[in-house]
């Protein structure tokens, strides 16, 4: 009786789901079908995986260490040497090598920094900044270009050459050198560079500054531009105090008191216009562009300094491009010390944020600033200022760089440029190592402004041809 009446109410639900629901049912089937989600989902290449992972190891400057750990595990599942170099918290630092840094081969280094800046305005960002989500065929999240990116394509190349290493004698070493600190204090190189620099027995390194790029050339602005950086801009953080004493309310203003001298003397400072330099590396620079422009703009760009005087205005009108041609002076920071509109401060506190050429040397620059604010009671002091350093000269390292890039991406031109930024280049540079720095992908414009932005993201393409680059250079150094 009992498993009759089972039977009877399955034949009842089959029977709905069969006449009612079928044509529904199949519908939603199809749905499912046509959006794709009863699809197996694409192969996700390890590269984007590691990354995403990277990522989600949140390493804002002084919180590196959990994220310098995961990457040098995976260092160390590929086969690497790995050395912690310092294991503190906000300053840890290591090395993965192809050979132990204790065999003492001349070594290549590839740079890169563990730490990245905050995520700033969190509502801006499409997907979460730290939880790498991979969509759309990219990677998205804070370091995805600058720089986790980069040290993932780095270390994926290094390890395509282990075989090579365990069966031949390299003449080279390689070694993935991941440093915190970058974006504050450039700790992490510094304290490498003084306990390690013998051990590490640098020849070159390769670390970021220039990218990928198109629209440079008028003539023809789908020409790819890839530009490696071979010398930096200085920073050089300046602070102007003014303290006057003098009547408090603003009711009655006296003929002269802190803020308005500083505003004064502000205003002199910024309104005059900054002097053009063309050093070689900016010489360079032009010539190239200039060989894929047409006419007159080819015969100009060709001759930078000849047509100095007739260029200066188009010249200045990017900002980008004017940042390599001059000493710049951005005003960061303005704090008096009143806190209500009726009070009258009596000391005011400016900060500068200033960009020099390689050439200008930074105690005439301060004497220039000087000069220029007009007014000897503005107290001027250092904050910071970043190594000087000599250009890293075009050589057999920067030419087998350019011919990777070029076997890379096919019809594409390779440039010399000044990076406007300072990184933790230069103090390599400054101990005579070379430095060829690029983040070797053509970047959107859409990417470039995602640079200590929301949205940062990078596409697996461009992490499998970053990778490609790489490895291309190794082999010519190390196998052709
Ligand atoms: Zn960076």
């Known amino acids: 009786m009992t498993t009759k009446r089972k039977y009877d109410f399955l034949q009842c639900v089959e029977a709905v789901v069969y006449r009612r629901l079928r044509y529904p049912l199949f519908a939603v089937f199809l749905l499912f079908e046509i959006s794709g989600y009863a699809q197996p989902p694409d192969i996700i290449p390890e590269s984007a995986t590691i990354l995403s992972e990277y990522i989600q190891k949140r390493s804002i400057s002084g919180t590196e260490k959990e994220a310098g750990e995961f990457l040098a595990d995976i260092c160390r599942s590929k086969g690497l040497h790995v050395q912690t170099l310092t294991a503190e918290e906000g300053n840890y630092n290591f090395a993965a090598s192809l050979y132990p840094l204790s065999k003492g081969l001349p070594n290549i280094i590839f740079l890169n920094h563990i730490d990245v800046v905050s995520e700033g305005n969190n509502n801006g960002w499409k997907y979460p900044p730290f939880a ?24 994926l190349a290094i390890e395509k050459l282990r075989k090579y290493a365990e069966d031949m004698r390299l003449p080279y070493n390689v070694t993935l050198l991941c440093v915190s600190g970058e974006e504050s204090d450039n700790s992490g190189i510094i304290t490498t560079l003084e306990n390690h620099f013998e051990e590490l027995n640098a020849v070159v390194a390769f670390g970021e500054g220039g990218t990928g790029v198109s629209e440079l050339s008028h003539s023809n602005p789908e020409q790819p531009f890839y530009c490696i950086s071979v010398s930096e801009k200085k920073a050089l953080w300046v602070k102007l105090r003014l303290q006057m004493k003098t009547s408090g309310h603003g009711s009655v203003p006296p003929h002269t008191y802190a803020n308005k001298e500083m505003t004064l003397a502000l205003n002199r400072l910024l309104n005059k216009p900054g002097k053009i330099n063309f050093n070689e590396a900016t010489i360079s620079f032009f010539k190239t562009i200039g060989r894929h422009e047409k006419g007159v703009r080819k015969l100009v760009l060709k001759h930078p300094r000849f047509f100095k005087p ?89 030419e087998k760089f350019r011919e990777a890039l070029e076997e890379v991406y096919k019809g594409s031109a390779v440039l010399p440029v000044m990076s406007p930024a300072h990184s933790d280049n230069n103090f390599f540079r400054q101990k005579g190592v070379p430095v060829y720095g690029i983040t070797p992908v053509l970047l959107s414009k859409d990417q470039l402004l995602s640079f200590h932005n929301s949205n940062e993201h990078i596409t697996m393409e461009q992490l499998q041809n970053g990778t490609k680059v790489y490895e291309k250079l190794l082999y010519k150094l190390l196998i052709d």
């Open 310 to 398: 007739f260029i200066m205005r188009e010249l200045t009108r990017n900002p980008l491009v004017k940042s390599t041609l001059t000493n710049t002076i951005t005003v960061t920071n303005i704090n008096a010390s009143s806190l209500h509109t009726n009070q009258i401060a009596q000391e005011i506190e400016v900060l500068l944020d200033c960009r020099l050429l390689p050439e200008t040397a930074p105690e005439h620059f301060i004497v220039e600033i000087e000069k220029t604010l007009g007014n000897d009671n503005i107290e001027i002091s250092i904050i910071k200022e970043t190594p000087s350093a000599p250009v890293s000269e075009k050589g057999i390292f920067y």
């Open 132 to 155: 790498g989500v991979i969509a759309e065929n990219k990677i998205w999240g804070r370091g995805a270009i600058d720089l986790k990116g980069v040290a993932v394509m780095q270390m």
